[in-house]
């Protein structure tokens, strides 16, 4: 048994690359699963700074200055991002707003229907059935304001961080594209110098 561990280790763990990424990958993991809720904006920039990096590149490779593909990459993601947030967001809103203000028109209807079914089916629902069923969703139906109040009330601090990472995020993903360099041969100098 300790031969074929032996030999496992010496074939994917000898290498010290090996070592560093499976070291990198742990302290990774342990990160997100500890301040994981801290590092999401962190993260989230990262990749969409990478995905702007592309456009940039690009730009760069058809004879733009630096600054100019980074500039016009930001731009474009700063307009779609607020572009999203802010034209998804009213109109989600208003979406809500009309299904609150119909909501008492639809259980109506359904009401209406449902007292309609002992006369069609009446070997198979009775009006016993259908007022417990009604009298059960007007019990519902009033504590659903309650909920909808400390629901409403749980979500601020969501909608806080929300407000946070919609500055936070544009702000890092800027300075991800800007300083790329740096940041990548800081990064450059905990790797082995022998590799590929």
Do not use: C, H
Not at 51 to 78: D, H, I, K, N
């Amino acid at each position: 048994m300790l031969d074929i561990f032996n030999k496992w280790y010496k074939r994917y763990l000898f290498e010290e690359e090996s070592v560093l990424l499976l070291v990198l990958l742990l302290l990774a993991v342990v990160l997100l699963a500890t301040i994981g809720d801290i590092l999401a904006p962190v993260v989230a920039s990262i990749v969409l700074a990478y995905l702007m990096q592309g456009l940039a590149g690009r730009l760069e490779r058809r004879g733009l200055p630096g600054w100019v593909g980074v500039s016009v990459a930001y731009t474009l993601f700063v307009g779609i991002f607020f572009g999203v947030t802010l034209g998804l967001l009213p109109l989600v809103w208003r979406q809500l707003v009309a299904l609150a203000a119909e909501m008492p028109r639809m259980l109506e209807q359904g009401r209406e229907l449902l007292v309609l079914l002992p006369g069609r089916y009446p070997d198979v629902v009775s009006q016993q059935q259908i007022n417990q069923m009604v009298a059960l969703a007007q019990a519902e139906l009033g504590g659903l304001g309650q909920q909808v109040v400390t629901r409403s009330l749980a979500t601020i601090p969501s909608i806080l961080t929300l407000l946070v990472y919609m500055i936070l995020i544009p702000i890092l993903v800027f300075f991800f594209l800007k300083d790329r360099r740096q940041i990548l041969a800081w990064l450059a100098t905990f790797l082995p110098t022998e590799r590929p």
